[in-house]
């Protein structure tokens, strides 16, 4: 089974910084994409960030300059550092792999299980 688990939400105040952190774990072979997408209250999950492995990252407009995604391809982990945080970044974030596990096999979709954050003074 494949496992990714989020970490580093929480509440922080307008204009402060958070730093997010997913691993993957599991019999994997290769990961492809791997990036953050977020969903705020009543509204629908959309993409933050992504960085395929061998291309150039894409990032949702409303955060370009505030937001930085990188990964670890030897630790199997995506991280993002968000700055200036804003109360609209408020939303659970979740991790997201497009990754293969077996040869033959199609490269699959696989989520974690969010983590909160909130910005609010």
């Known amino acids: 089974q494949v496992q990714l688990v989020e970490s580093g939400g929480g509440l922080v105040q307008p204009g402060g910084s958070l730093r997010l952190s997913c691993a993957a774990s599991g019999s994997i072979l290769s990961i492809n994409v791997m990036g953050w997408y977020r969903q705020a209250p009543g509204k629908q999950r959309e993409l933050v960030a992504t960085?395929?492995?061998?291309?150039?990252?894409k990032y949702v407009d409303s955060v370009k300059g505030r937001f930085t995604i990188s990964r670890d391809n030897a630790k199997n982990m995506v991280y993002l550092q968000m700055n200036s945080l804003k109360p609209e970044d408020t939303a659970v974030y979740y991790c997201?792999?497009?990754?293969?596990?077996?040869?033959?096999?199609?490269?699959?979709?696989?989520w974690g299980q969010g983590t909160q954050v909130t910005v609010s003074s």
């Open positions: 997201h792999a497009y990754l293969l596990l077996r040869f033959g096999e199609p490269y699959g979709d696989y």
């Open positions: 960085m395929p492995s061998g291309g150039s990252t």
